[in-house]
């Protein structure tokens, strides 16, 4: 069996077009490292993907869709673990029907993971993609649906035949289960055949997500972070209490007035009940093998802390070794609304401490990297670097934002950085 490519001494790194390496600047009483790509060891990477470093991302579907791409062509070992706390579009019409966790986000990624290359495959990823119109009666959204099933429909009648008996058998079962009075407006493709999987596989998630990584070719590995069905729910500065990811996104801190607080979960979406899941078994060697572990951009409450309300998840990030990076978001999160960057990595800090049975420590050991872009600028607030020397986190600075799309992260730019920081022995 093959081995994985080792990581060998330190070699400084170099940026695209330019024989300088990493430096620091001096800002209030912090040295913030500036670190450009380690070209050599990204080129390692390229020629080998298979053996590539094992990343882990805490995300919600879409946010780092483009990163997720990006960094295929270097490893085929990240970890994407994905909240399926959804309640909301046409995510929460099939846990209605079906009381299931949500697979919006799962589907999401996934597909950002899968093998674009071949043109048939392109076109059945296309499929997955497709949202039936938010208008129109249940009869002519079933006549369209059917017609998709059939093969004569525009976006499937080009599918190779095995990929069109794919998607006839899956839908054929799914219209065989679901409810008379299911809402069909706006219904992803995608997320119905992943739900029949998942009825099919006798409601096993990860049966139903093994089915789809081999059939997609999916690069590394897609996984909720539990199998419960649960809601999140927010607590707000002023002390009101609101549940469900959808109310999140639909109204937000803006609207209520007052910045969130505080995320917890729910067994129900009409009222509190409290619950702490567990995680599958599968996440603790891939938490404790890792190489480097990434609070990425994404919505910040919904997507990231949420997926780390679940027990042992916190303890196993604290005890890990490796880079442990926050990469805060650049353009403006309706989340985030009414809170600085030094808040949101208290409160980032604070949530995982609730799990841990060291709180005497101060915080320290969730947090090793803060990952800013070059501009301060994009930042709110300004950080205590006093605060984040006794945290433990060191602050690096890199080019990592997109000069073309304002409040948007650069894929190549963040991907090599944090492939970088993954090999990096300080």
């Known amino acids: ?20 390496g990493s430096r620091s600047l001096q800002c209030g009483t912090s040295s913030l490292n500036v670190l450009s790509p380690d070209l050599i060891w990204l080129c390692t990477c390229q020629r080998v993907p298979q053996l590539g470093p094992r990343l882990v991302f805490f995300s919600g579907g879409s946010a780092i869709r483009d990163l997720s791409r990006y960094l295929r062509r270097f490893t085929r070992n990240s970890a994407h673990l994905l909240t399926p706390f959804d309640s909301g579009g046409s995510t929460a019409k099939l846990r209605e029907a079906f009381d299931m966790p949500a697979v919006g986000d799962l589907r999401n990624r996934l597909i950002a993971l899968a093998e674009q290359e071949a043109q048939t495959n392109r076109e ?13 009666d249940c009869a002519s959204l079933l006549e369209e649906l059917h ?29 065989s289960v679901v409810p008379e009075t299911f809402d069909w407006r ?27 990584t ?38 937000g801190p803006k609207v209520w007035g007052s910045p969130i607080q505080r995320v917890q979960l729910s067994e129900s979406l009409q009222f509190y009940q409290p619950v702490v899941p567990g995680i599958l078994p599968r996440l603790r060697p891939l938490l404790q093998e890792s190489d480097l572990i990434c609070y990425p951009p994404g919505s910040f409450f919904s997507s990231v802390i949420a997926n780390l309300l679940t027990e042992p998840v916190p303890e196993l990030i604290r005890h890990s070794p490796v880079p442990k990076v926050f990469v805060p978001n650049l353009g403006r999160d309706p989340e985030q609304e009414g809170l600085t960057l030094m808040a949101c990595i ?41 605060r984040l020397s006794a945290l433990g986190i060191e602050v690096v600075r890199a080019a990592i934002a997109d000069p073309q799309v304002p409040g948007q992260h650069s894929a190549e730019g963040l991907g090599q950085i944090l492939m970088t920081l993954a090999r990096r022995k300080d």
């Open 124 to 136: 059945f990823l296309a499929v997955l993609r497709y949202r039936l119109p938010d208008t129109g």
């Open 214 to 251: 081999q059939l997609l070719g999916v690069a590394g590995h897609v996984i909720p972070v539990t199998l419960e069905s649960c809601h999140l729910m927010v607590t707000l500065e002023d002390g009101r209490e609101i549940i469900g990811e959808h109310r999140l996104s639909e109204e």
């Open 1 to 20: 069996m093959a081995e994985r490519p080792r990581k060998a001494a330190r070699l400084e790194p170099v940026a695209v077009g330019s024989k300088g």
């Open 186 to 212: 706006g219904a992803c493709i995608g997320n119905l055949l992943l739900c029949a999987a998942y009825l099919k596989e006798d409601r096993s998630m990860t049966r139903a997500l093994k089915w789809f």
């Open 147 to 175: 017609s998709l099933r059939l093969g004569q429909h525009d976006m499937s009648r080009q599918l190779p035949g095995a990929l069109k008996q794919v998607l006839q058998s899956q839908l054929s079962y799914f219209l």
């Open 346 to 386: 208290e409160l980032l800090i604070s949530h995982m401490q609730r799990f841990s049975a060291h709180s005497e420590d101060g915080g320290r050991g969730f947090i090793t990297h803060l990952l800013l872009d070059q501009d301060p600028g994009r930042y709110s607030g300004t950080l205590d670097y006093e």
